[in-house]
C-alpha cells in the first residue's frame, strides 16, 4: 500500500508560481509512474504531467512551457512547479502513483491516488 500527501495549493494570482508537493509514504520505494491530474467540479479528472522513475516526463498541451514536474526519490516526492498560470488553471489538484511503468494519461492507469489539493488562480 501507498500513501500519497499533496501540499502546496493555495490561492494565487494570474502570472504566479505555486510548487505542489505530493509525499509518497508506505511502499513508496514500489512506485514508478507519478502524475498529477486536474479536476473542476462537474468534469472528470485530466492529467497535466507524468514522472517514469526513468526521468521522462510527460506534460498535457495545457501545462508545457508552463509546469515542471520532478521527483526526490531519496525523499518519495514528486512535485509540480506551475509558472505564469492562469485562471483556468483552477482545480484541484490530484497526486497519482502505479507501482509499473504505464501510459500514465487515463485515470485508472494508477493505483494510488492523494487527497487533492485546491489551486485558485485570481484574475
Known amino acids: 500500500q501507498v500513501e500519497l500527501v499533496e501540499s502546496g495549493g493555495g490561492l494565487v494570482q494570474a502570472g504566479g508560481s505555486l510548487r505542489l508537493s505530493c509525499a509518497a509514504s508506505?511502499?513508496?520505494?514500489?512506485?514508478?509512474?507519478m502524475a498529477w491530474f486536474r479536476q473542476v467540479p462537474a468534469e472528470r479528472r485530466f492529467v497535466a504531467a507524468i514522472s517514469w522513475s526513468d526521468n521522462n516526463a510527460y506534460y498535457a498541451d495545457s501545462a508545457k512551457g508552463r509546469f515542471t514536474i520532478s521527483r526526490d526519490n531519496a525523499e518519495n516526492t514528486v512535485y509540480l512547479q506551475m509558472n505564469s498560470l492562469k485562471p483556468e488553471d483552477t482545480a484541484i489538484y490530484y497526486c497519482?502513483?502505479?507501482?509499473?511503468?504505464?501510459?500514465?494519461?487515463?485515470?485508472?492507469?494508477?493505483?494510488?491516488w492523494g487527497q487533492g489539493t485546491q489551486v485558485t488562480v485570481s484574475s
Open positions: 508506505g511502499r513508496a520505494s514500489a512506485v514508478n509512474t
Open positions: 497519482a502513483a502505479a507501482p509499473t511503468v504505464v501510459d500514465g494519461r487515463p485515470p485508472k492507469s494508477y493505483d494510488y
